[in-house]
């Protein structure tokens, strides 16, 4: 992060970025597709409160107290905002917009209120991650990974966004028919006897899963990025959707290397003493991306048509 000294590369955080970038950008392209993209910035803004509650009462951050209490922070949201749009008589979109910033304030200020100065868990991590430093100290060659007092040093992080990382794969690879067709004719496919709005309800909760398993790498906010920007580059590459799948995940392991290299050795390159964000460099390079995919993406005068 800004003012950090620089260390050398690790691939430990290198993967982990990676990951959770790809476990982003799947169910991103969906979001995208239906245009539903903002729902990854919902979902990073109401799930802040639960996982503060969770790792202060925990003490830790850890894979199911965070799912829990992203789970009621979503709950809770749910019943802020139909109550404000029924007591408040006022548009769905307002009492969204409400109940989002004032759920998300409050998470900041736990944060800023609590004592979390012996881990690494504050405001600044919430928000931008902590990428950097998720390093796997014990590691002394590639004979660690037969090691068990060594493997026992991994980065929980790791395991955590591998195993999302699988099961969002699954879930697209599984349920393909259903999300492919209830994504571009929703009437269609309840004639098939889709139940859309299930699929819908799941790419949201796989879009959260994933959005918490990358919260402790990236924080809330840079993991808007990973969810829009792939997704949206490859949809300005082609019209068929099995291939913007695969400009996607290029796009996400694109700049989660280019962005975890460029923010410990970039500044270095320009005479700068200190490294920057590894989750903001990887958020710029992923809005780089899109703005060059925008510029001179095939499919880019044709964006307005769904792809196929």
């Known amino acids: 992060m ?84 029924r007591l408040g008589r006022i548009e769905p979109g307002a009492a969204m917009g409400v109940t989002f910033t004032s759920m998300f304030a409050a998470g900041v200020l736990l944060l800023e209120q609590s004592n979390t100065s012996n881990v690494h868990l504050d405001v600044e991590h919430a928000l931008y991650g902590n990428l950097e430093s998720l390093i796997w100290l014990d590691a002394v060659g590639w004979q660690s990974l037969l090691d068990p007092a060594a493997l026992a040093a991994l980065p929980d ?87 913007q799948i695969s400009w996607s995940i290029l796009f996400a392991i694109l700049s989660a290397v280019l962005g975890y290299i460029l923010a410990g050795y970039g500044p270095l390159w320009l005479g700068a003493t200190n490294a920057v964000s590894a989750a903001g460099m990887i958020a710029t390079i992923s809005g780089i991306i899109l703005a060059l995919t925008a510029i001179l993406g095939p499919c880019r005068k044709r964006n307005g048509s769904p792809a196929t």
């Open 157 to 243: 992080e790791l395991i955590r966004i591998s195993v999302t990382l699988i099961v969002v794969s699954a879930f697209v690879w599984l349920f393909w028919r259903p999300l492919k067709l209830s994504t571009f004719d929703e009437g269609f496919a309840r004639t098939l006897g889709v139940r859309t709005e299930l699929v819908g309800l799941s790419l949201v909760i796989l879009a959260a899963i994933a959005a918490v398993a990358a919260f402790d790498a990236v924080g809330s906010i840079i993991v808007i990025a990973m969810f829009i920007c792939p997704p949206a580059a490859a949809r300005l590459m082609t019209n068929r959707l099995e291939v």
């Open 2 to 85: 800004s003012g950090e000294e620089f260390v050398p590369l690790s691939l430990t955080p290198l993967l982990i970025g990676t990951f959770a970038a790809i476990a982003c950008a799947l169910p991103g392209n969906f979001l995208v597709l239906r245009r539903q993209a903002l729902i990854g910035d919902a979902i990073s803004h109401v799930v802040l409160p639960g996982i503060v509650v969770a790792f202060l009462i925990t003490g830790a951050v850890s894979t199911w107290p965070m799912m829990f209490g992203a789970a009621g922070a979503s709950l809770l949201a749910v019943v802020m905002i139909e109550a404000i749009r």
